[in-house]
């Protein structure tokens, strides 16, 4: 098979065979990269039944999307072969690292277990059962990465289920059965849980758990034997991971854990507890705390905003101490309504503390609950109930925010501790309006930025000098503008405005000159000013993970630092690790990047979060796209277009990739569309501009992007990043605009 080509795939390499088939390298002469690439045995593609089966089962585990999953790129026929294409990846196997190398450390482990649970999870979420699972099944990406990679995934079920051996079948893979898979019984996810069970005990030990010189003998193991204790092989495993190791090998499937979340909830529990004793000795470890949002009590259940609005001062006051981190609001508000276990919220987010609560609002009465939770274990530190009157809100902040900072013992110099909580206004009626400003403009919709304006204006017109109403302003109006709602004419100027007011009124606000960083960037091109509002804001507030990535995505990205870009939108990460906008943020900084694969795996992780997150899902088909996956990347535009309201951002996409893909038509239609919509409201001629490239109309995309210069439109910050215009570069007219623009 050496150096030959089937369909679009030159053979390049045998990288390993097995019962169910030959594994080769292969490089894709259509889209000029490397693949993995099975061929099944002829006794099983030339029998139509299997092969259906089999089909059927493919294109199950390619729906999978999972950054510990390899991706399957597609399953081809050609003459009498049948062969499944997918994910090359360079590394090793994980039964080399194990049992070869014994290079593992009980870090290694953990980290490893936990991303192969997560993908099983995955799995099992989807119905799919692996059936499998064992090392040599495993790849594991190197450092930086360090990217555990489940192989194979789904193709086990091959041939009739009870039968216990195959032709050709290795004895490691008869060492990974559970008892009830070597009976021959009716399987569920618990086989996957005794496999990843032998896996892990393989990890901490570099011995097989269940051993024998033929299959039988180590089927006898399986059924009736119990392996070596884990502490015996390796004295060094914590007694906490033993147990685990334990109840995943429980020869009774009712014994075993039931569901592979539980065994994960339990494996990043022990990590947490686990990793003072690994990670590297700090004179001063940071802590970390989130703020649950408040839960409403009152009477009517109609104080959400109210609720949310002290949440987020609770959020900002605990966010000025130095030394800690403070969990963004995003990630604090994914818990919001749910009944979950505080130390696997804690697990999650990677905190050491949590605080909890909740008010009951009646006239101008309030009554404010909170306690303070020590997330290793559960316990409450402190507790306080608050009895006041509604003038008084800013009193119990301040109280709530001191009794934490005494309770946990924080050290802060005299002006932390008087601007801990800080006072924008003493007008109660303009602070409720402020407070609807932000819960509406957090929505992110059209109709929430509009509402998220008025409220800012009505709360300024009685308190003129509002600051932060005046910062909320200004990012009502820049994200209108950049979500394509308002012309930036009408909006930009606005938003500058306010922006300088609310400075002018408090030049130490971080969430102004946040906005007015964005502003120079994406309206005035004024770079210089741009790095140092940035900066300033950072400075002010480094726990402001909003500032980290407004830096990184309107400043570091456009202007091609693609690795201080990285590092800020991680640190944003960190304060921020459930947040869908900053996890997909990361996906788009790989596309600009041409990283596809990367791309890939981070908006995959924020899809597991929310499938219908419409960012991700743009961002996911833009990706496809540049790989030549255009199929793939229709069908994902597509959802983002039905998800978005047919918003224009995702119109834009899905017509540049129906050009892509031959399919003229459907993206005349799209343009179509687009310039009959621009007759009734606004929509960016930057949008037309990507429509007339993929159709390699340059004259009129030309026309359009100097249309949109002209109109000062944000997008344009993208140009010397966007891979949509790389037909455009060599052209004069390119270069030019790249100046006039400040690249």
């Known amino acids: ?315 900002d006051a605990l966010a000025k101490i130095e030394g800690w981190m403070v969990v963004s609001r995003t990630s604090a508000f994914a818990f919001k309504g749910k009944e979950q276990d505080i130390r696997a919220i804690g697990t999650q987010l990677n905190v050491s503390h949590a605080l909890e609560g909740s008010v009951r609002k009646s006239g101008n009465r309030l009554r404010i609950a909170t306690q303070l939770i020590n997330v290793a274990d559960g316990f409450q530190l402190w507790s306080e109930k608050y009895d006041r009157e509604l003038d008084d809100v800013f009193a119990i902040q301040d109280d709530i925010a001191a009794a934490i900072v005494k309770k946990l013992k924080m050290k802060l110099t005299g002006e932390q501790e008087s601007q801990l909580v800080k006072r924008h206004t003493k007008n109660l009626e303009a602070y409720n309006l402020y407070l609807q400003a932000r819960f509406h403009l957090n929505k992110r919709t059209e109709e929430g930025l509009k509402k998220g304006v008025a409220y800012c204006e009505q709360a300024i017109s009685l308190e003129p000098r509002y600051a932060v109403a005046f910062a909320g302003l200004a990012d009502g109006f820049t994200l209108q503008c950049f979500q394509g709602f308002l012309p930036p004419a009408e909006a930009m100027p606005k938003a500058k405005a306010a922006a300088e007011q609310a400075l002018a009124i408090d030049e130490t606000l971080p969430e102004a000159h946040t906005s007015l960083g964005c502003i120079h960037a994406i309206y005035d091109r004024n770079w210089p000013d741009a790095e140092k509002e940035f900066e300033r804001a950072i400075a002010l507030s480094p726990n402001h993970s909003i500032a980290h990535y407004w830096y990184a995505l309107w400043y570091l990205l456009p202007t091609g630092r693609f690795e201080r870009c990285v590092e800020e939108i991680k640190k944003a990460q960190e304060l921020d690790p459930l947040s869908l906008v900053l996890n997909t943020g990361m996906g788009w900084q790989f596309y600009f990047a041409r990283q596809y694969d990367r791309a890939l795996e981070a908006v995959r992780t924020t899809l597991e979060l929310d499938e219908n997150f419409i960012f991700a899902r743009d961002i996911l088909g833009q990706v496809y796209e540049q790989q030549g996956m255009y199929e793939q990347a229709i069908a994902e535009l597509k959802q983002a277009v039905a998800l978005s309201s047919r918003r224009t951002l995702s119109l834009r996409s899905l017509g540049h990739a129906y050009a892509l893909a031959g399919r003229r038509a459907e993206a005349q239609q799209v343009l179509d569309d687009l310039l009959k919509r621009a007759e009734q409201k606004y929509v960016s001629p930057y949008d037309i501009a990507v429509l007339y490239v993929g159709l390699d109309d340059k004259e009129s995309a030309f026309t359009c992007l100097e249309k949109a210069y002209e109109e000062h439109s944000g997008w344009l910050v993208f140009l010397n990043v966007e891979p949509k215009f790389d037909s455009l570069r060599a052209d004069p007219r390119f270069q030019t605009l790249l100046k006039k623009v400040g690249l």
């Not at 193709?155 to 990974?176: D, F, I, N, P």
């Open 1 to 315: 098979m050496i150096g030959k080509t089937i369909s679009r795939y030159k053979i390049l390499e045998k990288l390993g065979a097995g019962g169910m088939g030959v594994v080769y390298k292969a490089e894709d002469l259509k889209l000029k990269r490397f693949v993995a690439i099975k061929f099944f045995p002829r006794h099983i593609a030339g029998h139509e039944e299997e092969r259906e089966r089999f089909k059927v089962e493919a294109q199950a585990a390619a729906a999978l999307n999972h950054p510990n999953i390899a991706t399957i790129y597609a399953i081809e026929e050609v003459d009498d072969e049948m062969f499944i294409v997918m994910e090359f990846i360079e590394g090793k196997e994980l039964r080399k690292l194990s049992m070869d190398d014994c290079q593992l450390t009980i870090e290694n482990c953990l980290s490893y277990a936990i991303q192969i649970a997560e993908g099983l999870q995955a799995a099992h979420e989807k119905g799919i059962v692996h059936r499998d699972i064992k090392s040599a099944n495993i790849m594991i990406i190197p450092p930086p990465r360090e990217q555990a990679k489940i192989m194979d995934f789904g193709l086990a079920k091959m041939g009739q289920e009870h039968l216990l051996t195959r032709v050709g079948q290795t004895l490691g893979t008869v060492a990974y059965m559970s008892p009830e898979q070597a009976r021959g019984d009716e399987l569920d996810q618990r086989t996957d849980i005794w496999s990843f069970g032998v896996v892990l005990y393989e990890m901490l030990t570099g011995q097989l758990p269940f051993k024998g010189f033929y299959e039988q003998a180590i089927i006898y193991s399986i059924l009736h034997e119990a392996p070596e204790p884990v502490a015996k092989l390796n004295p060094q495993t914590p007694e906490h991971i033993v147990r685990l190791v334990e109840k995943a090998l429980q020869k009774k499937p009712a014994d075993r854990y039931q569901q592979m979340a539980d065994l994960l909830l339990d494996l990043k529990g022990l990590a947490a507890r686990a990793s003072p004793l690994l990670a590297p000795k700090q004179d001063k470890p940071i802590p970390a705390i989130v703020v649950l949002p408040l839960a409403d009590r009152s009477p009517q259940k109609d104080q959400e905003y109210f609720c949310d609005g002290l949440t987020e001062e609770l959020i």
